[in-house]
C-alpha cells in the first residue's frame, strides 16, 4: 500500500477555539517549511475586512455568520489556489470555520480531490472558548458560542484536539504525529 504525503493539514474548529495557535505551534515543530492561511486572511483581504456590503459576508449582531453567493464565489476562487499551490508542492496548514459542517466538507474535498488532505477537528468547551473571544478585539460576542459545534456537524476527521485544557504545542505535538513526511527515495 502506498501512502501519499500529507500535503494539507487542515485544522476546522469554531471561533476562538485554538486553530491559529496551532498552526502556528505545527509551523515551529515541523522540520520542513508549512504555509499557513486561515479564513481570517480571506476575510481580511475582502472590502471593509468583510464589512463592506460587497463582501457577501454578514456578522450579525448575536454572532452568526451569513454570507452571499457573491462570497461563495470568492471563497470558492481561495480554495481552488490554495489547492493549486498544494499540486506544486507547497504544504499548507488551513485555520478553517466550516460553518454548513459536512456540507463544508465536501465542498472543499471536492476543491482538494487528489491531494492528501489530514482533517483535524479542534474542539474547545464552548464557555472557555466565549471567554478567550471576550479578550479578543477583532471577535464579535457570540461568534464562539454559536459555532462551537455546528463546525463539526457530520464533519469526519482524521484526529480530532481538545484546547479546553490542552496547549497549541501539545495539540500540535499529536497532529505532527499524524503527518505523512515525504519518503526518503522522493517517491510517494
Not at 28 to 38: D, M, N, S, V
Not at 100 to 108: D, F, V, Y
Not at 167 to 175: K, R
Request: overall charge negative; hydrophobic content about 45%.
Amino acid at each position: 500500500m502506498i501512502v501519499a504525503m500529507t500535503q494539507i493539514v487542515l485544522l476546522n474548529g469554531g471561533s476562538s477555539a485554538g486553530k491559529s495557535s496551532i498552526a502556528r505551534a505545527l509551523q515551529r515543530t515541523l522540520p520542513a517549511p508549512w504555509l499557513t492561511f486561515g479564513v481570517d486572511a480571506l476575510i481580511d483581504a475582502l472590502p471593509g475586512r468583510g464589512d463592506d456590503p460587497r463582501s457577501g459576508i454578514v456578522f450579525e449582531i448575536d454572532g452568526s455568520i451569513s454570507v452571499t453567493p457573491n462570497y461563495q464565489a470568492i471563497e470558492n476562487a481561495w480554495y481552488q489556489g490554495l489547492a493549486t499551490m498544494a499540486r506544486l508542492g507547497t504544504r499548507l496548514i488551513l485555520d478553517e470555520v466550516l460553518l454548513s459542517g459536512a456540507a463544508g466538507q465536501r465542498r472543499l474535498s471536492e476543491i482538494l480531490d487528489g491531494l492528501a488532505v489530514l482533517w483535524i477537528g479542534v474542539h474547545c468547551d464552548p464557555l472557555v472558548a466565549a471567554r478567550r473571544e471576550a479578550s479578543r478585539a477583532d471577535r464579535i460576542p457570540g461568534m464562539a458560542l454559536s459555532q462551537a459545534t455546528i463546525v463539526h456537524d457530520g464533519v469526519r476527521y482524521d484526529l480530532q484536539v481538545d484546547t479546553t485544557d490542552c496547549s497549541p504545542e501539545a495539540c500540535a505535538a499529536q497532529i505532527a504525529e499524524r503527518i505523512v513526511p515525504p519518503s526518503p527515495t522522493g517517491v510517494s
